[in-house]
């Protein structure tokens, strides 16, 4: 499949999507949206990946929705076009796990699609803000809802009302990315960490990912539930005790994804 605002390839088991809009720094158009969901699904797809990694450029993640093209839209417009639900909403069905691996910018809808990811792995020269208030808009691409979940009412509240701008390390201390690594360093690793993550059983990371999701989205008691039916659940499948007897044989694991 072609595509024109992103690159695909795959690395081993590592489905890399690198965002490509050079000029406009990734800014997030429907065009690359529609790219980005589609390249998502077919990775899902792929038995053969078992992670994916979302990339930008080392000047930027992403800068944010498309400001050229929001500029005369109309609430008619947003509503009948379902707006960022018709193709951002398409990260949050993947099964498999999603990590973002941000240099420079990821601002506005660059900064909400890194959230929408599982990991990120940040860059020293990674910078993370909510512009929106700038252009009298609001962070609609889920800002408002998982950053405060993410770092905290106090923190969200101050990066939503005063566009204030986090560094790589800010954002460690506050909880907003997974790790930090060297610019040079960045996709290296990420591919390292991602492999590590596709090397184990994949039915086991979607039955983590779900279980860490549902404490995002449901009480404690409920999650604690879902995640006993979850745990129950890798009794019925080849790969968990595959992993327990390796683990008493002393030998490595040989996972079938089952
Ligand atoms: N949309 C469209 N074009 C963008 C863009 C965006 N979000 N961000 C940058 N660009 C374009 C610029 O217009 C510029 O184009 P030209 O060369 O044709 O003039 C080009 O990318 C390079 O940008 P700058 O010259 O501004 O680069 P810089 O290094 O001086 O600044 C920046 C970088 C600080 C990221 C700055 O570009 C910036 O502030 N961008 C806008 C960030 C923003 O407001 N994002 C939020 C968007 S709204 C949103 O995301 C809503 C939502 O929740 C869904």
């Known amino acids: 499949m072609t595509h024109s605002t992103i690159q695909v ?3 081993g088991r590592v489905g890399w ?3 490509h809009r050079p000029r406009q720094l990734n ?3 429907d065009a690359l949206m529609d790219e980005l969901g589609a ?3 077919a990775f899902d797809a792929d038995p053969g990946i078992g992670a994916i990694v979302i990339t930008g450029s080392d000047k930027a993640f992403a800068a944010g929705a498309d400001i050229e093209a929001m500029a005369d839209w109309t609430f008619m417009d ?3 076009g379902q707006f960022i639900t018709r193709n951002w909403e398409a990260i949050r069905s993947v099964r498999k796990p999603v990590i973002a691996a941000v ?3 990821a601002m506005g809808g660059g900064c909400e699609l890194a959230l929408a990811c599982d990991v990120i792995v940040a860059a020293e020269s990674a910078r993370f803000a909510l512009p929106e208030i700038k252009l009298a808009m609001l962070p609609g691409a ?3 809802q998982r950053l405060p979940r993410a770092i905290g009412k106090a923190k969200a509240m101050d990066m939503c009302l005063s566009a204030r701008m986090l560094d790589a390390q800010e954002a460690d201390r506050y909880g907003l990315v997974s790790r930090v690594v060297p610019d040079a360093g960045l996709l290296e690793q990420t591919q390292a960490l991602a492999a590590q993550i596709a090397s184990y059983s994949l039915p086991a990371l979607v039955a983590i990912k ?3 999701n549902r404490a995002w989205e449901s009480p404690l008691s409920e999650g604690i539930l879902f995640e006993r039916r979850a745990l129950y659940g890798r009794f019925a499948s080849h790969d968990a005790h595959e992993g327990m007897h390796a683990f008493l044989d002393k030998r490595t694991p040989a996972f079938e994804h089952r």
């Open 9 to 11: 390839q795959a690395q």
């Open 17 to 19: 999507i690198t965002l």
């Open 27 to 29: 800014a997030l158009n």
């Open 39 to 41: 390249a998502l699904r």
């Open 78 to 80: 947003v509503t009948a």
């Open 103 to 105: 240099a420079g910018y």
């Open 142 to 144: 889920g800002g408002t």
């Open 210 to 212: 779900e279980s860490v």
